[in-house]
């Protein structure tokens, strides 16, 4: 039957997060400085990037469709 088979993954599913759950720790405060470093300097770029492509966007719309 079906309901087995879901029973059988919701089973497994459990004994995975049970195993991740297990091996959570928190992190130190140089870990965290250093993530929160990474995650700014990531945002940071992307967003230079959509600057520097919104820029001449805009400028070639004013010039061809003035």
């Known amino acids: 039957m079906d309901i ?3 029973y059988n ?4 599913f459990l004994d995975e997060c049970k195993r ?3 091996v ?5 405060k140089e870990e965290y400085i250093a993530v929160a470093k ?7 770029l992307l967003g ?5 492509i919104h ?11 003035p």
Request: hydrophobic residues 45%; glycine residues 8%; aromatic residues 10%.
């Open 20 to 22: 991740v759950w297990l």
């Open 48 to 52: 230079i990037i959509g600057y520097v």
């Open 4 to 6: 087995n088979k879901y």
């Open 38 to 44: 990474v995650t700014a300097l990531g945002i940071s």
């Open 24 to 28: 959570l720790r928190k992190p130190s």
């Open 9 to 12: 993954q919701l089973l497994e």
């Open 55 to 65: 820029v001449p966007i805009t400028y070639i719309k004013g010039i061809v469709k």
